[in-house]
């Protein structure tokens, strides 16, 4: 069994212009690097209409099918306040909204395969509030992500009406770990603030996506400190040497088997089943520790 803990829908409605701009440029430089020639932008624009264009979540399925993962963690991320916009007044609701009808909808059509976490920026104040309370009430979702890049804190207080609910709830809470675009927040107070959230609400469950082997030197030692502490491995392939990856998994495992978590972040990574089959294929764990890290952590995260 194979739980991914951390994916979104390949849906180009839930993804504000400036995220597709961001997209596109990275694509366009990746491209001319690969074939030292300068790259049309309407060739981006199709590459990117024929790949953002999953509307009835059937490509996801099929995807999970073919790497043989079951279920998998749906990340409904607000992206539609914008960091530079901080100090101003929030946007109103409606382009959260209508994102998070995409996910409620896809949720209704595949409830034995997705688990959604909605997201909801903490400076729409009450009304964010409410709306991700609906979510959870009305709608089945069944966590919270927070996206910091967006212009914000771990331990913002905005945060702490949304930590309440997932207290009361017992509902899981998964934070990007790390910078996004270079156009929107870099700088963070990581661990320090994660450290000060996970002992203010010890029994919550918080995932820190991209933290496991990507931000392993800031990250490996919170699960030994907060056992409500997960770490979850997506990004890792930009570490090249492959060596100092499997050093790290192989010392997190040992360390922490019961708190590491498998996830792809598809469709922003897509290399989910060559990524199965490094871990599955591996040396470096047990065949508990595979166990643990493929599906036992995340049923118990999910507690279904």
Known sequence: MIIDM???????RIYPDYWIENIKKELEEKL???ISAPIPESLIDSYLS??????????????MDECGIDRAVVLQADFSFRQSEAGGEPDNLDAVMDNITIHRRMLQKYPQRFHVFAGVDPRTGK????????????YGFSGLKIYPPCGYEIDYRGLYAFYEICNQRGLPVLIHIGPSWANMKTAF???????KVSGEFPDITFILGHA???????????????????????????ITDKRLLKARMKHL?????????FG???????????DIAFFEQSDFMTEYQKERFFYKNALLILKK
Not at 127 to 138: A, N, R
Not at 223 to 230: E, G
């Open 212 to 238: 496991a082997l990507l931000f392993y030197q800031e990250s490996y030692v919170l699960p030994l400190m907060r056992k409500n502490v997960y770490l979850e491995i997506s990004g890792y392939r930009k």
């Open 264 to 274: 792809s972040d598809w469709p922003m990574f897509t290399t989910a089943k060559q």
């Open 253 to 261: 495992m040992a360390e922490c088997p019961e708190q590491v978590v």
């Open 50 to 63: 024929g790949y953002l264009n999953d509307f009835d979540g059937a490509k996801k399925i099929r995807m």
């Open 6 to 12: 951390h994916s979104h829908l390949a849906d180009r």
């Open 127 to 138: 009304k964010g509030v409410d709306l991700f309370e609906l979510c959870i009430k009305e």
């Open 189 to 195: 107070r990581y661990p320090e603030s994660l450290l």
């Open 32 to 34: 001319a690097n690969e």
